[in-house]
């Protein structure tokens, strides 16, 4: 069977251009990036040439007095990273699992609801329990929705709705209603949402990517609603935000209208919504992970 090194050595690249990859993508410099790996200037420069010649891309361009990454970088730093991280968990590695003792970190992929809604008690529950293991949340991006199996094999797991993903093991975290909000003056809807509101309303999306919108957002298009989109919001939680003294409307889970209060008003749909299920996503890889299975045990424990 090939290992994922077997694939770097058949690109005749090695776990050194892994490293030195995520260092210059991540520090947009040969000298920062060679300062960070221990290594001379020459040899990350050297490393940057054949990387270049095997991606086919420059990666980093000149801007003015310093670089910046290339389209094609900044879609490949997310994936360098979480690769980084994976080749490190490999190496550290254990056969048994102590928390009052480990020093391990979990990297945990998760939009800002899922850390708004599951990860704050999640995280306090770690501190208590392995007060040396630490937790490492980065959102969530388009590669792991276009390549779910070999990006969900570089982290330990996503905290993320019903909808996204299919491939991975999967644990319920909790459920939330979906639930409309606008501005509390705003004068074009009543205390009553009807469909006539959803389709004359103008729209605050989430997520500019239509394979990313929301579940409720698919729901709304299967049933013939097609919304008018005038601004596109990549998180949850600043959706309220915006739409207060606007005449615009946006869907939001229930527990994230709750939190923002003042200045919006929270409509329920004019039908019946499937609800949100917050759920914890890793690959089949990490089922018998000692340590994996503490996490998730201790994720578990805030099931509602």
């Known amino acids: 069977m090939a290992t994922d090194s077997d694939g ?23 000298t920062a990036a060679a300062a960070r790996l221990g290594r001379t200037q020459p040899t990350l420069s050297k490393s940057l040439r054949r990387l270049r010649r095997h991606f086919g891309d420059p990666l980093l361009e000149r801007a003015g007095n310093s670089y910046r990454l290339t389209a094609f970088a900044e879609r490949l730093r997310p994936l360098a990273e979480a690769a980084a991280a994976a080749v490190d ?16 970190t979990f990297t945990i992929v998760s ?21 040396g293991v630490r937790l490492r949340f980065i ?25 996204y993903l299919g491939l991975a093991s999967s644990m319920d975290v909790h459920t ?40 409720a957002w698919r729901q709304l298009e299967l049933l013939g609603i097609v919304p008018r989109v005038v601004a596109v919001a990549e998180s949850f939680l600043v959706v309220p935000r915006l739409v207060r003294g606007s005449d615009a409307i946006g869907v939001v889970p229930g527990r994230v209208a709750a939190a923002e209060g003042a200045g919006i008003r929270v409509l329920e749909f004019p039908f019946e919504m499937v609800p949100l299920t917050e759920a914890f996503w890793w690959h089949p890889v990490h089922d018998d992970d000692p340590g994996h299975r503490w996490l998730r045990g201790v994720l578990g424990e805030q099931r509602v």
């Open 8 to 30: 770097l050595r058949s690109f005749g690249l090695e776990s050194t251009h892994l490293q030195a990859l995520h260092a210059l993508l991540s520090e947009l410099s040969v």
């Open 111 to 131: 939009s800002d609801h899922g850390i708004a809604t599951a990860g704050t008690g999640f995280f306090l529950r770690v501190r208590r329990l392995a007060p």
């Open 89 to 104: 968990r490999t190496f550290a590695a254990e056969t048994s699992f102590s928390p009052e003792t480990s020093t391990r």
């Open 176 to 215: 939330d209603r979906w639930v409309c909000v606008v501005s509390a003056d705003n004068q074009l809807v009543g205390d009553r949402l009807t469909r006539g509101d959803l389709e004359r309303l103008p729209w605050i999306a989430t997520f500019a990517d239509q394979a990313s919108r929301p579940p």
């Open 139 to 163: 959102p969530v991006t388009a590669e792991l929705l276009e390549h779910e199996d070999a990006y969900l094999r570089t982290v330990d797991g996503v905290l993320l709705p019903h909808g």
